[in-house]
C-alpha cells in the first residue's frame, strides 16, 4: 500500500480529482477526539493541528486569490468551492421558473436546514431561524422587546457598532437608556467581566447585550455566568456570537442562553448573505419581528423569516457548509485555528520587545484570532503598508482605548501566509515604514 502521505500527495497533483481529494482528506484524518485532545501545535498525528498534508486538503477545497494573504477572515470567509457550486446550481433551477423551482421545491428545503442547525447549536429545531446575517438577527432581538422609556439597556463599548448604533436609534425613538461599560484587554478574569456588567445594572436594567466573542480582539466573554446572573434578576441577555458559531465548539446549553444571534458566512463558510437567530421557545411570545407576522404565528419561529421573496439558493447551501464543518470537526478546526494564532503572535512576542497581543494566549478565552499591538507603529499606517507592499490583508482596529491589526486566518490559510505576515511584520518594526 502507498504511505499516506505519498497517496495524497498523488491526488493533490491532479485538479480534476481535488473534490473526491478532500473527501479522502476528510475521511483519513483521525477520529476527532474529546475537547483539548489535540494539544497544540505539538500534535503530529493525522489531522493535527500541524499535518500540513490534511490542511493542504482543506486549503485545495478553496478557490481563493493566492496573490493576497487574506489575514481578514474575520469580516467575512470564502465559502469551499462545492459550497458555492451547490448555490450556484440552486440559482439556476430557480430561474428555470421561479415560482415552481423556488417557493414549492428549494424553499421547503429550509427545514432540513432549520433541523441541521439545531441540532449542531443544541436547541430544538422551533427555536431556530435563518437569517441573512448577524445583523439581522442581533436587530430582531434589539427592536424586538416592548421597552418604555426610560428603560435601561446595558451593552460594553466593545459590541458591534452597528448593533450599538441600533440601541442609539432606541435611544432617540423610544427614550431608553443605553450604557456602555468599558473592559480591559485582556481582562484579568471572567469574573472581573461579569463585575463590570453589574456595575452598571440597576432596578430600571431591562437587558444586557453581550458578544460571544469580540470582533475587535477575539476575547471570549464569560455568557454563562453572566446569563446565570441576570435571568433570575428578570433581565434579558442578547448574546451576539457573530464571530463564535463554527469558530470554537459549544452549545446552547454550554451557554445557558435565551437568545443568540450569529452570521454564517464568517467561520461556518457558508454562501455570503446567511445567519441564525435562535430564540427559547417560552421567549417567543414577546419578542417581535423585524417585519410584521400574522398572529397566528406569534409562538411560531418562523416568524422571524417573513422577510418577502429571498433566493432560497443562499440559505440551502447553509447544510453544505455545515456539513462541511463537521466532517473537519469543531475540536479538530480550532486546534488548526489556534496553532495558526500562536505561530504568528508567539514568533513575534520572541523576536519583538515591540509588540503586545491584546488577545490572551494559551487560554481557553480565546481562539483563532489575535490582536497585535506594535508601540510605535499605528494600525493606520502598518495596515495600509502591509496591504500595499505585500498584499497582506489584515484589520486595523482602532479604539478609544486600545488599537492593533485584527489578524483572522481560517482553515484554508497556509503556513508559509501567517509566516510571512510575521516576517513582514517584523521588517516593519526593525526598518520602520519606508
Ligand atoms: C460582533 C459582530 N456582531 C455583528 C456583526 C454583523 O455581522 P454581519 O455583517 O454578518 O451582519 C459583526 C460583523 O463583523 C460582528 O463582528
Not at 289 to 297: F, G, K, V, W
Not at 320 to 340: M, N, S
Not at 344 to 365: F, I, M, N
Request: aromatic share 8%; net charge neutral.
Amino acid at each position: 500500500m502507498p504511505s499516506r502521505r505519498a497517496f495524497l500527495a498523488a491526488a493533490s497533483a491532479l485538479p480534476t480529482l481535488r473534490v473526491d481529494a478532500i473527501r479522502r482528506a476528510l475521511s483519513l484524518g483521525a477520529p476527532v477526539p474529546a475537547s483539548g485532545a489535540f494539544a497544540r501545535g505539538t500534535d503530529s498525528t493525522a489531522g493535527g493541528p500541524d499535518d500540513e498534508d490534511y490542511w493542504g486538503e482543506i486549503q485545495r477545497a478553496f478557490d481563493c486569490d493566492r496573490t493576497m494573504v487574506n489575514l481578514n477572515n474575520g469580516g467575512v470567509s470564502p465559502s469551499p468551492s462545492h459550497v458555492l457550486e451547490q448555490m450556484i446550481r440552486d440559482l439556476r433551477f430557480c430561474n428555470e421558473i421561479p415560482v415552481i423551482h423556488m417557493w414549492q421545491t428549494l424553499e421547503p428545503r429550509i427545514e432540513s436546514v432549520r433541523r441541521d442547525l439545531a441540532r449542531s447549536f443544541g436547541c430544538d429545531p422551533e427555536e431556530m431561524a435563518i437569517t441573512r446575517n448577524a445583523s439581522e438577527a442581533n436587530e430582531t432581538m434589539i427592536f424586538g422587546l416592548d421597552l418604555q422609556r426610560g428603560d435601561e439597556v446595558v451593552v460594553s463599548n466593545q459590541n458591534y457598532g452597528r448593533m450599538i448604533t441600533a440601541w442609539d436609534q432606541r435611544v432617540r425613538r423610544d427614550g431608553i437608556v443605553l450604557k456602555q461599560i468599558s473592559i480591559k484587554l485582556p481582562p484579568p478574569s471572567p469574573e472581573y467581566v461579569v463585575e463590570q456588567f453589574k456595575a452598571a445594572v440597576t432596578p430600571r436594567t431591562r437587558v444586557i447585550e453581550i458578544t460571544h466573542i469580540t470582533n475587535l480582539s477575539g476575547q471570549i466573554l464569560p455568557v454563562r455566568e453572566l446569563v446565570r446572573w441576570a435571568r433570575p434578576r428578570g433581565i434579558e441577555v442578547f448574546v451576539d456570537g457573530a464571530h463564535a458559531y463554527a469558530h470554537f465548539p459549544f452549545t446552547r446549553d454550554d451557554l445557558d442562553c435565551d437568545y443568540y444571534g450569529t452570521s454564517l458566512h464568517k467561520w461556518l463558510l457558508a454562501p455570503i448573505g446567511t445567519g441564525f437567530l435562535y430564540v427559547r421557545k417560552n421567549r417567543q411570545k414577546k419578542l417581535w419581528p423585524l417585519m410584521a407576522a400574522p398572529a397566528a404565528m406569534d409562538e411560531n419561529i418562523r416568524k422571524y423569516e417573513e422577510i418577502g421573496t429571498h433566493p432560497a439558493a443562499n440559505h440551502n447551501a447553509i447544510s453544505v457548509a455545515l456539513a462541511f464543518h463537521q466532517a473537519i470537526g469543531a475540536e479538530r478546526k480550532v486546534a488548526r485555528l489556534r496553532y495558526l494564532r500562536d505561530r504568528w503572535a508567539k514568533r513575534l512576542l520572541r523576536e519583538s520587545d515591540r509588540v503586545r497581543l491584546l488577545t490572551p494566549l494559551d487560554s481557553q478565552w480565546s481562539a483563532g484570532m489575535g490582536l497585535l499591538h506594535v508601540d510605535g507603529l499605528g494600525p493606520e499606517k502598518l495596515g495600509p503598508w502591509l496591504f500595499d507592499r505585500y498584499r497582506i490583508v489584515v484589520t486595523p482596529i482602532t479604539h478609544p482605548e486600545f488599537d492593533g491589526l485584527r489578524v483572522t486566518p481560517n482553515v484554508y490559510t497556509s503556513v508559509q501566509e501567517v509566516d510571512l505576515f510575521a516576517e513582514k511584520v517584523l521588517e516593519a518594526v526593525t526598518r520602520g515604514l519606508s
